[in-house]
């Protein structure tokens, strides 16, 4: 075992991710996890049955047949699920009678990266409980792996055709009666990544004219320069074929950033208040809120206070997103990022093709473009920088960086806000600085974060 398999946390805040087919993702570790979480979660209710779904990431073959030798060791049947989007895998295993799921995604990552997502029979992620013990086990079977067989293919499971089929029906089931894209002009962007089968296939049976780019995974070229965390070239498209609407996802496909028609991106926030003002103008939700992180602009809160909806305010990641809209009872939530998640309807899982669906059902009904519904969200100036770290301290432990944070947040006041955190998959920490002069709070995060390179300097 090397160091960091000793001693570094095996789950983040979203499953494991690193490095492909190195530490606990190599070919041997991966196995073991299998072990262990089939021990560990094989005596749920449902089928000793478990479905396993990927990317488009080269290094998910390998990562397929170690996973699924290690359930079979378990006592589990594995069945593959093939190219298919996190949320899709999340559904089909809380839909099927299976013991759980897993998902071999790195989702916004570069392609040398890749992880492991593992969903309980209901489709919902683990406790904290359950990722312990099946941590604990798995440091023990790591122990006491066999080396990897010559064919790292051995064992990978036979693909079931008839499930990508239900996901895709499960999404054409949120479309509203009679919906009829004919006539709307799509440019669909999917990240080369989980959605490239799926995504487009559900807009075209829907009528729409749909170009689609970045829908050949080739094992290297999820999310290079393409997906919702490069919108660019998606903008470019929608200038071109004078689109109505263009839709990115990300590498996993639970995330979606959308361009409107004058091609200007509409992220989460736009999202959000786009679907929720629709929904207060009709009278849809009993409970006029919807689940917000930390990270959502300010701008939010006003475009939907003028129509009476409010902002629950959670941590970031989705995990937050869905404990909120679980305890508060709403309907809808999401991050700035894109992640949008639909509350019962949906299982609370976030998906980002059923995302582009909603929003495009807007469009439709009300037969305005998007850059006017999107038009009521404008967004106060937001700057966000990234800063490698080699370890993840407190922040206010660092004396130099809390003095700074202070100083600025008092300086902003009521007009803007100053927020510190580090990410939940990558070894960095973010700063992010809102604030009414774009110049003056660039300046600020660039100060912190030079304090913080100082400190922490990878």
Known sequence: MTHAMTDAPIFGTDGIRGRALEGWLSVTAVEALGRAAGAVLGRAAGAPRVLIGHDGRRSAAPLEAALARGFAAAGLTPIGVGLVPTPGLAWLTGARDVRLGAMISASHNPAHDNGIKLFGHDGGKLSDEQQAAIEDLLRREVQHARPAPADLLAGRPERDASLE???LGHLLGFASVGLDLAGVRIVLDCANGAGSRVAPRLFERLGAAVHVIAAEPDGDNINAGC????????????????????IALDGDGDRCILVDDRAAIVDGDGIMTVIARDAAARGLWPDRRIVATVMSNCGLRRALRDVGVDIVEVAVGDRAVVEGLRREGLFLGGEQSGHIVFGPDNGFIGDGTL??????????RTGQPLSALAGAFQAMPQVLVNVPVARKPPLASLPAVAALEARFAAELGGDGRVLLRYSGTEPKARVMIEGPSEGHIRAMADELAAAIRTELSA
């Open 165 to 167: 089929e239900a996901y």
């Open 227 to 246: 997906g919702s965390t490069h919108p660019e070239r998606l903008q470019a498209a929608v200038r071109e074929r004078g689109a109505h609407i263009g």
């Open 355 to 364: 995302t582009g669906l909603e929003v495009l059902e807007v469009v439709v």
